[in-house]
């Protein structure tokens, strides 16, 4: 694997539209002192799991999304023809492990159950058979480059099914250059769950809502966003999640020592008002996505189409492993 921030950078001016290719090690030249960067803190967790259907020994695999209780929400894959109360017992635990798995106790919809641990708690099943879920379009499984390489510098807090991918660009080096250059480097978490990788079905975009996802907000980075601003600096979000956790925060009504927690179904189409950030880091998107719409929004659907014009012409790489854009 090439270093994170070997990748290629296109800077988007949302204001005049102008276009500017680079690289990831020059993101402090586009930057400038007092702007504070906030990252996703979010680890990925081995959330994949292979099961089978007890009654049946079809094959299941299990994406676990998020705790709910004494349970879990899953993804279930192929669905068709669960009930309630069936059994999936757990595969590739090895020959000396006891049987364990999960119960089906409810259909949430859309492929997703609510599913009990049997035989053992859910943080052992990964730990024995889990695996990354990287996104199905890289066409591979997880490798144990993966372990590294899909989880950004920032991971802290387990919790996600998916990398909160802008992160991934980010290495110890160019934190050093943005701190040398004047920036400053805060965090928040959002456990990116299926909400934030689901297409968008909808005939109509405003009919399109992702799916509640943890978040969290300290009090004290509220405070340096609040500070930043201010002192005339910019708050720029590295990735669509952070986005979404800032703007949620900035929702709510909070004193100066509370966080801003819980879950948020935030859905950012054109024609949102942005009231926390002032700049963002993406990498580039799949159609049809929540994150491409947020980009959007962001910086104008004409321009961001004709920004990935220019990547595409260029030779940018998209998607989870692709290359980066910054939008101020």
């Known amino acids: 694997m090439?270093?994170?921030?070997?990748?290629?950078?296109?800077?988007?001016?949302?204001?005049?539209?102008?276009?500017?290719?680079?690289?990831?090690?020059?993101?402090?030249?586009?930057?400038?002192?007092?702007?504070?960067?906030?990252?996703?803190?979010?680890?990925?967790?081995?959330?994949?799991?292979?099961?089978?259907?007890?009654?049946?020994?079809?094959?299941?695999?299990?994406?676990?999304?998020?705790?709910?209780?004494?349970?879990?929400?899953?993804?279930?894959g192929p669905s068709r023809r669960l009930r309630p109360d069936d059994l999936l017992l757990l595969q590739d635990a090895g020959e000396d492990a006891s049987p364990c798995g999960f119960r089906l106790l409810e259909s949430r919809g859309a492929g997703m159950w609510l599913l009990r641990p049997e035989g053992a708690i859910a943080a052992e099943m990964m730990a024995r058979a889990g695996h990354l879920p990287?996104?199905?379009?890289?066409?591979?499984?997880?490798?144990?480059?993966?372990e590294e390489w899909y989880q950004t510098i920032f991971a802290r807090s387990e919790g996600a099914i998916a990398a909160p991918t802008a992160g991934l660009h980010f290495s110890p080096e160019l934190l050093d250059a943005l701190r040398d250059g004047g920036m400053e480097i805060d965090t928040v978490t959002l456990h990116v769950g299926p909400g934030t990788f689901l297409p968008v079905r909808a005939e109509s975009i405003?009919?399109?809502?992702?799916?509640?996802?943890?978040?969290?907000?300290?009090?004290?980075?509220?405070?340096?966003?609040?500070?930043?601003?201010?002192?005339?600096?910019?708050?720029?979000?590295?990735?669509?999640?952070?986005?979404?956790?800032?703007?949620?925060?900035?929702?709510?009504?909070?004193?100066?020592?509370?966080?801003?927690?819980?879950?948020?179904?935030?859905?950012?189409?054109?024609?949102?008002?942005?009231?926390?950030?002032?700049?963002?880091?993406?990498?580039?998107?799949?159609?049809?996505?929540?994150?491409?719409?947020?980009?959007?929004?962001?910086?104008?659907?004409?321009?961001?189409l004709s920004a990935y014009t220019a990547a595409i012409a260029a030779g940018f790489r998209f998607y989870s492993y692709g290359d980066a854009m910054l939008t101020v």
Do not use: K
């Open 134 to 146: 990287l996104p199905p379009y890289l066409r591979r499984g997880d490798q144990a480059e993966d």
């Open 206 to 304: 405003d009919a399109h809502r992702v799916l509640p996802e943890r978040f969290e907000v300290s009090a004290p980075t509220r405070e340096r966003m609040r500070a930043c601003r201010a002192a005339g600096g910019r708050v720029i979000a590295i990735g669509t999640t952070v986005t979404r956790a800032l703007e949620t925060a900035a929702g709510l009504s909070l004193g100066p020592d509370q966080a801003a927690v819980g879950w948020t179904d935030l859905t950012v189409t054109p024609g949102y008002r942005f009231t926390a950030i002032d700049g963002l880091v993406t990498n580039f998107h799949l159609p049809r996505s929540s994150l491409l719409l947020l980009v959007a929004a962001f910086a104008g659907r004409e321009r961001v």
């Open 2 to 76: 090439h270093p994170r921030d070997a990748s290629r950078l296109l800077v988007l001016d949302r204001a005049t539209g102008s276009v500017h290719l680079a690289r990831m090690t020059q993101l402090p030249q586009f930057l400038r002192p007092g702007d504070l960067l906030v990252a996703n803190q979010t680890r990925v967790l081995r959330a994949r799991l292979r099961t089978a259907l007890a009654r049946t020994g079809r094959e299941i695999e299990v994406l676990l999304a998020h705790p709910d209780g004494d349970g879990w929400v899953a993804m279930l």
